[in-house]
């Protein structure tokens, strides 16, 4: 195992996998009274784990696990570039920045896109 990812399993503290429910797929009115716990469990089960994400500028990531903070719960997905980056490899980002939709030039579209 390489350093970074070794690095990355000692912070991790939950690893979920994908489920069939996804958040697009709830009225408004059922988000309104649906629990954290819930909304959270929707959340975890949109990730695809082992799956390849093309971000909306166009490079593609690896998702390598969904980790828990240890210090505020918040989800963050892990994810790893698919291409060189001098910077990182190895990125994580709160779930739902991870889902959320961006808008370009009047676009929308989702900021991370599921293509394998």
Known sequence: ????????????TSI???GDVNMTQI???QKSIMTVQEEENILLQEIKVG????H??????K???VSRHTEDLT???VYEALYDNAVSKIWHRPIKMFLETVDIEG????????VS
């Open 63 to 65: 998702v390598l696990v």
């Open 51 to 54: 799956g390849i994400y093309q």
């Open 27 to 29: 009225s408004p009115a």
């Open 56 to 61: 909306y500028k166009g490079h593609q990531y």
């Open 16 to 18: 979920y996998c994908v």
């Open 75 to 77: 989800w963050y997905v």
């Open 1 to 12: 195992m390489n350093k970074q990812l070794f690095a990355v399993s000692l912070l991790l």
């Open 107 to 114: 676009n929308t579209m989702p900021r991370f896109k599921l």
